[in-house]
């Protein structure tokens, strides 16, 4: 859809300087065409801004350097630019309706404005919001409740008595309220755990691809509002996710964690289980937490790839560190005992 660059302008809160235009939407600064919006978020582009063919550019005020093209000023231009390309790019939606094939137990009210695609199937109790998509082959188990706006992709699949807030997106393969991975041995083989809890999900959460967030044993798994969970991403039961934190894809929380606000967790991250994560943590790609972290900051671990031979030798160092550290505190003290002159206070 085009828009002006005036009311682009508006919406997302820059400065429009130069004439206004229509701009059909956005592009890289590079490939842009005329109709196009493209942006400047850092000085190292700057000698590629005054041959680009895009209509407008968003960058910063002391970045702007020829008159050729319409500007929309931000103190931020890639986020100006995120709002720029939602405003342009409005998610498609099915139009209201229930298709044929779905089938939907007895007593199930859905609200005139909800999209329930084919082969759906939702159980006693549900309860769906106004504007809800339920896409192709997505099971919802007993006593759902589903809040406004919220779109589940083909084939996800909802435990029973979950609650999703409103404005959420699951993506296609996610299954929420699976049971949690609970065994008690018992002799010669392991009893299942019942897991009893639920899962809650706030408003506005975002949840990728086969991923998957299980079900308390006595407590709910929850995630609050705004937090945003990437593809193939393991949430076991009785976590609790703090608002607005973002989970990368691959990363594994183990049970009864709590994470908390505003963290940024890296892709292949391992957490533990029964610890606690203060807010604002950022966890580096493949870091594995194995005890609480109580103080904010960045935090990493694993080894940075390296040619394999010295990968190798550093390894076998790695192992012998324990005994290295021990010989060289015999020698210290040795060392100490010979010379008690240079002992410190």
């Given at each position: 859809?085009?828009?002006?660059?005036s009311?682009?302008?508006?919406?997302?809160?820059?400065?429009?300087?130069g004439?206004?235009?229509?701009i059909?939407?956005?592009?890289?600064?590079?490939?842009?065409?005329?109709?196009?919006?493209?942006?400047?978020?850092?000085?190292?582009?700057?000698?590629?801004?005054?041959?680009?063919?895009?209509?407008?550019?968003?960058?910063?005020?002391?970045?702007?350097?020829d008159?050729?093209?319409?500007?929309?000023?931000?103190?931020?231009?890639?986020l100006?630019?995120?709002?720029?390309?939602?405003?342009?790019?409005?998610?498609?939606?099915?139009?209201?309706?229930?298709?044929?094939?779905?089938?939907?137990?007895?007593?199930?009210?859905?609200?005139?404005?909800?999209?329930i695609?084919p082969?759906?199937v939702?159980?006693?109790?549900?309860?769906?919001?106004?504007?809800?998509?339920?896409?192709?082959?997505?099971?919802?188990?007993?006593?759902?409740?589903?809040?406004?706006?919220?779109?589940?992709?083909?084939?996800?699949?909802?435990?029973?008595?979950?609650?999703?807030?409103?404005?959420?997106?699951?993506?296609?393969?996610?299954?929420?309220?699976?049971?949690?991975?609970?065994?008690?041995?018992?002799?010669?083989?392991?009893?299942?755990?019942?897991?009893?809890?639920?899962?809650?999900?706030?408003?506005?959460?975002?949840?990728?691809?086969?991923?998957?967030?299980?079900?308390?044993?006595?407590?709910?798994?929850?995630?609050?509002?705004?937090?945003?969970?990437d593809?193939?991403?393991?949430?076991?039961?009785?976590?609790?996710i703090?608002?607005?934190?973002?989970?990368?894809?691959?990363?594994?929380?183990?049970?009864?964690?709590?994470?908390?606000?505003?963290?940024?967790?890296?892709?292949?991250?391992?957490?533990?289980?029964n610890?606690?994560?203060?807010?604002?943590?950022?966890?580096?790609?493949?870091?594995?937490?194995?005890?609480?972290?109580?103080?904010?900051?960045?935090?990493?671990?694993?080894?940075?790839?390296?040619?394999?031979?010295?990968?190798?030798?550093?390894?076998?160092?790695?192992?012998?560190?324990?005994?290295?550290?021990?010989?060289?505190?015999?020698?210290?003290?040795?060392?100490?005992?010979?010379?008690?002159?240079?002992?410190?206070?």
């Amino acid at each position: 859809m085009a828009i002006k660059l005036s009311e682009l302008a508006q919406q997302t809160g820059c400065r429009l300087q130069g004439n206004d235009c229509l701009i059909e939407n956005v592009a890289d600064l590079d490939s842009a065409v005329e109709g196009q919006l493209a942006f400047v978020y850092s000085p190292k582009y700057l000698d590629r801004m005054a041959a680009s063919k895009a209509s407008a550019i968003i960058t910063k005020e002391e970045w702007v350097q020829d008159s050729a093209h319409a500007f929309l000023i931000s103190d931020n231009p890639r986020l100006a630019f995120v709002k720029a390309t939602r405003l342009l790019n409005p998610p498609e939606k099915h139009a209201s309706g229930i298709s044929p094939s779905a089938v939907i137990a007895d007593g199930v009210k859905v609200p005139a404005s909800a999209y329930i695609g084919p082969n759906v199937v939702i159980e006693t109790g549900v309860e769906l919001g106004e504007n809800a998509q339920i896409g192709a082959g997505s099971v919802i188990a007993a006593n759902v409740r589903i809040g406004d706006n919220t779109v589940l992709y083909p084939n996800v699949t909802i435990g029973h008595d979950t609650q999703i807030g409103k404005n959420c997106i699951l993506f296609s393969g996610v299954v929420i309220g699976a049971d949690g991975f609970g065994y008690e041995r018992d002799g010669d083989h392991y009893l299942k755990i019942p897991q009893l809890g639920n899962v809650r999900i706030g408003n506005d959460v975002e949840i990728g691809a086969n991923s998957t967030v299980d079900r308390g044993a006595l407590h709910d798994t929850v995630i609050a509002e705004g937090v945003k969970i990437d593809n193939l991403v393991q949430v076991g039961h009785n976590v609790q996710i703090g608002r607005h934190t973002v989970i990368s894809a691959q990363t594994g929380v183990a049970g009864s964690t709590k994470l908390g606000e505003y963290c940024l967790i890296g892709g292949a991250v391992a957490i533990r289980d029964n610890i606690e994560i203060t807010d604002n943590v950022v966890l580096t790609g493949r870091t594995l937490v194995m005890s609480p972290i109580r103080e904010a900051g960045v935090y990493s671990s694993g080894i940075l790839s390296d040619r394999n031979t010295s990968w190798r030798k550093n390894t076998m160092r790695f192992r012998q560190l324990d005994d290295i550290a021990r010989r060289l505190a015999r020698l210290e003290k040795a060392l100490a005992e010979k010379n008690p002159a240079d002992k410190k206070d």
